[in-house]
């Protein structure tokens, strides 16, 4: 049976001798994002020949068409530092300059990759194989090639723009008095800072809005305390049957549907314009999957039946030459990365920490490792830190740079980092999965 861990096993774990990022910084002019990114060298390195692959590399699309869908994609979560950098370089790349009026002003082809757009970006199982008939048939016809590339960027931007979001950028890169310098994204505090500020901040949460959005700093696991758990999950051979294995995974289903994500700060803030021109049907937004008592929960995607090393990998190469190579190095990159090390603490085998964080995104979208327990994600992810990782996914806009100060406070900044590169990278495989399998049903 197909295993994330079978997936990846070969390529081992990644350690701290990958590379040095003050030589990668010397070599390369990166933008304050990447200097984030920065903190995993050797990940960088893949992301970087990814995207330069996918938006400048010989391939289907025109190169303006590839930065007018980098823009319409992270327009769906407001990501305005995303925006801005990719209408500069639509022009750059000869674009036309009214086509940044917005969707009304470009050719009838590119505007009719707007349902994707939306539907990848929010609820990715509603993407059906007659979506991708529409694109491929009539006047201004898109050939399947074509439909690949623009999947493969529109789940790239995406998940780039929970990234953004997650790290609590936006906010670092509008404030001109604070800059980026050195890679470090928010400057270091110590633990008991970290606590004052999750009190105050989210105490204010709950009197403002009448209801409980996280609950208290005593709830969040201690790094000993994960470390003890993870441990003992190890030592335990006790297999479970088929039946309690599917039973957990409903559970698990169930409680991310009922967490609420993280409450924005002001919800009356209209989409800007800037955005707004961007974004067709505004008002389409994640729903959860699964509701306790919800009819018509849509069928869950189970990876024994369709999975990214068995069939999306080999499809995507088909379509879009080498682009599998690029995605699946990335993907197995963020699962492996370690570096045996978690807040000061060394020799620490993490694996469990990250396969149930990868394992509960995907979840959030309908998704289903057979062979995993996912009792394991319980145990293993606090509240606060379900909520955060909800709220990246799902509504990335609503994080602050507060959020990401606010869980996960014992950990390094590049570990939390890390975390939120966990995050891009489940969230862009689920939604190439949910397209890549209505496109093979398309085919047959």
């Not at 940044?100 to 990715?124: E, Q, S, V, Y």
């Not at 906010?171 to 270091?188: F, G, K, T, Y």
């Amino acid at each position: 049976m197909y295993s994330m861990v079978d997936c990846y096993n070969d390529m081992g774990q990644l350690g701290p001798e990958y590379g040095s990022k003050n030589s990668l910084m010397d070599n390369a002019e990166l933008d304050h994002v990447t200097k984030v990114i920065a903190y995993h060298p050797r990940y960088l390195e893949h992301f970087l020949s990814t995207q330069n692959f996918v938006m400048h590399s010989d391939g289907p699309l025109p190169f303006e068409y590839r930065c007018y869908i980098a823009i319409m994609a992270a327009a769906r979560h407001k990501c305005t530092y995303l925006v801005n950098m990719y209408e500069k370089e639509f022009l750059n790349q000869g674009g036309e300059r009214s086509w940044l009026n917005g969707l009304d002003c470009i050719p009838a082809k590119l505007r009719a990759i707007c349902d994707i757009n939306k539907i990848l970006a929010h609820r990715p199982w509603l993407l059906n194989k007659e979506h991708i008939e529409r694109l491929t048939k009539g006047q201004n016809s898109w050939s399947l090639s074509e439909v690949v590339h623009a999947i493969v960027l529109l789940a790239h931007f995406h998940s780039l723009s929970s990234f953004v979001f997650s790290c609590g950028l936006t906010q670092e890169l509008d404030v001109s008095s604070q800059r980026i310098e050195n890679n470090n994204a928010v400057p270091q505090k110590t633990e008991t800072e970290h606590r004052h500020l999750y009190n105050h901040h989210h105490h204010h949460l709950i009197h403002q809005n009448g209801q409980e959005a996280i609950k208290p700093p005593q709830s969040e696991v201690t790094v000993d305390a994960l470390m003890q758990r993870m441990k003992k999950l190890s030592e335990n051979n006790t297999e479970c049957t088929e039946t309690e294995l599917s039973n957990r995974f409903k559970n698990v289903e169930l409680q991310a549907a009922e967490l609420p994500a993280v409450v924005p700060r002001d919800p009356s803030l209209e989409l800007p314009q800037q955005i707004g021109r961007y974004v067709d049907d505004p008002n389409f937004t994640y729903q959860d999957f699964a509701k306790r008592g919800a009819e018509n929960i849509p069928q869950t995607f189970r990876i024994q039946d369709y999975s990214w090393d068995d069939h999306g990998f080999s499809l995507i190469n088909r379509l879009y030459n080498d682009v599998g190579f690029y995605l699946d190095d990335k993907f197995r990159l963020a699962y492996n990365l370690t570096y045996y090390t978690i807040a000061g603490r060394t020799n620490v085998d993490t694996s469990k920490f990250r396969r149930a964080i990868w394992n509960y995104i995907q979840c959030m979208y309908g998704i289903r490792y057979d062979d995993y327990d996912y009792g394991e994600v319980n145990q293993l992810l606090d509240r606060a830190l379900k909520m955060f990782i909800k709220t990246a996914c799902c509504f990335p806009e609503r994080i602050t740079k507060t959020d990401y100060d606010s869980v996960l406070v014992e950990l390094q900044h590049s570990e939390k980092v890390h975390v939120n590169l966990m995050i891009m990278e489940a969230r862009n495989q689920a939604e190439l999965l949910y397209a890549l399998r209505e496109i093979m049903r398309y085919m047959t």
